[in-house]
Nanobody
């Protein structure tokens, strides 16, 4: 099986930068795409960014693509999400997700493996 473990969440002030990490373990060779989703209080879970592990091709939510960068380090089976210029609207639980076969970058139903989530709170 596959396990995902997020880290790097916490409190930040508006304008700060924050890096989230997701470590993949288990049958890592079966995973071809990893993604980040987030769920803000009282809102639906939404796609943030995703990356293909082999090619490095990435896809972003339009509203954050100028402030977010996703990368992968396959030597340690880890994906990073760097968020710049944080805003209070970035406050959410951030979930790492993975799939063996990408059907849709943004649809959560396409990702079969999920981490427990890491909280990001942005406030002044």
């Amino acid at each position: 099986q596959v396990q995902l473990a997020e880290s790097g969440g916490g409190s930040a002030q508006p304008g700060d930068a924050l890096t989230l990490s997701c470590e993949l373990s288990g049958r890592t060779d079966t995973i071809n795409t990893m993604a980040w989703f987030r769920q803000a209080p009282g809102k639906e879970q939404e796609f943030v960014a995703a990356i293909r592990r082999m090619s490095g091709n990435a896809y972003y939510l339009d509203s954050v693509k100028d402030r977010v960068f996703i990368s992968r380090d396959n030597t340690v089976n880890t994906v990073h999400l760097v968020m710049y210029s944080l805003m209070p609207d970035d406050t959410a639980i951030y979930y790492c997700a993975a799939t063996r076969a990408l059907i849709s970058w943004t649809q959560k139903q396409g990702y079969g493996y999920w981490g427990q989530g890491t909280q990001v709170a942005v406030s002044s």
